[in-house]
């Protein structure tokens, strides 16, 4: 008896839980760098070297635009749409942002208290973004030269990672 009654009190409370709407995380974020390390290119040596670069001057901020969509999967688990841009403090363009839940995979969509995670994953210009808004943290990864210049690269490869904070 004492097991059924569990088993209909985990029930009512996943079902509880099934219906709410998730809170509306909508607003603008301020990113800030903690750390930045990795490979450059010594021109005099003419080989790779681990580097610890400067992170000053390489905030951004993240904007989370609510589209007033709520979805629910088969599960009857619902989760808040939205659209997103990142902007560096010192880059004039908007880099696009996009999901990885596998209903929107790929798409200029995020879905936030998905399925997969509270990620937000943004890009262009060789630096891929990821935002995790649960703990507030980030991570980017720089896709230098290493793999795709022939001759003398330019351009290092590197893992930044950081905090954010909602500011609007």
């Known amino acids: 008896m004492r ?3 569990v088993a209909v009190s985990m029930l009512v409370a996943s ?4 219906q709410q709407v998730p809170r509306d995380e909508s607003g603008i974020y301020h990113c800030r760098p903690t750390a930045k390390v990795g490979l450059e290119f010594n021109k005099q040596t003419h080989a790779w070297e681990p580097k610890v670069f400067n992170v000053d001057n390489s905030d951004f901020l993240l904007k989370l635009t609510d589209t007033g969509r709520i979805e629910e999967d ?11 841009g990142l902007k560096q403090f010192s880059d004039a363009e908007t880099k696009k942002c996009w999901s990885r839940e596998p209903r929107h995979y790929g798409m200029e969509e995020i879905i936030l208290h998905g399925f ?3 990620t937000v994953y943004c890009g262009a210009d060789g630096a891929d973004y990821q935002i995790d808004l649960r703990n507030k943290r980030y991570r ?9 210049t022939i001759g ?6 590197y893992i930044g990672i950081g905090e954010c904070d909602k500011v609007d």
């Open 74 to 84: 088969d599960g009857g688990y619902k989760s808040r749409i939205y659209h997103a």
């Open 15 to 18: 079902q509880a839980n099934a």
């Open 140 to 148: 980017v990864q720089g896709k230098g030269d290493f793999v795709w």
């Open 3 to 5: 097991v059924f009654a």
């Open 116 to 118: 997969v995670s509270d």
């Open 152 to 157: 003398v690269p330019d351009d290092p490869e």
